[in-house]
């Protein structure tokens, strides 16, 4: 099993700035690949950023192209999503998700573990 707790959220004012946390703990071998996602009020769930955790490989969507930048600490089983220019748009709650894959990890993977999210707003 794996278990995911996100923590960091909060509101922002546009232009400004947030890292948002994921605490993993459960089986290592169960979440080699490691997202962010994020759902607003109603609009579907999409990948913000994910990252194989042993290469270091990542990809973004473009949303998040050069203002985001997903990482880890495997000491701490922590996984992080450093947020820069923060928008409006970007205002919604976001979830960290894991995927026992090593070899396919994308934006298009179904994830099979996920955390309960916490909320992220960005207004004037």
């Known amino acids: 099993q794996v278990h995911l707790v996100e923590s960091g959220g909060g509101s922002v004012q546009p232009g400004g700035s947030l890292t948002l946390s994921c605490a993993a703990s459960?089986?290592?071998?169960?979440?080699?690949?490691m997202a962010w996602f994020r759902q607003a009020p109603g609009k579907e769930r999409e990948a913000v950023a994910v990252l194989n955790i042993h290469n270091n490989v990542s990809y973004y969507a473009d949303s998040a192209k050069g203002r985001f930048t997903i990482s880890q600490d495997n000491a701490k089983n922590t996984l992080y999503l450093q947020m820069n220019s923060l928008k409006p748009e970007d205002t919604a709650m976001y979830y960290c998700a894991a995927h026992p894959s090593t070899y396919v990890c994308n934006l298009a993977l179904a994830f099979d573990y996920w955390g309960q999210g916490t909320q992220v707003t960005v207004s004037s």
């Open positions: 459960g089986y290592t071998y169960r979440r080699n690949c």
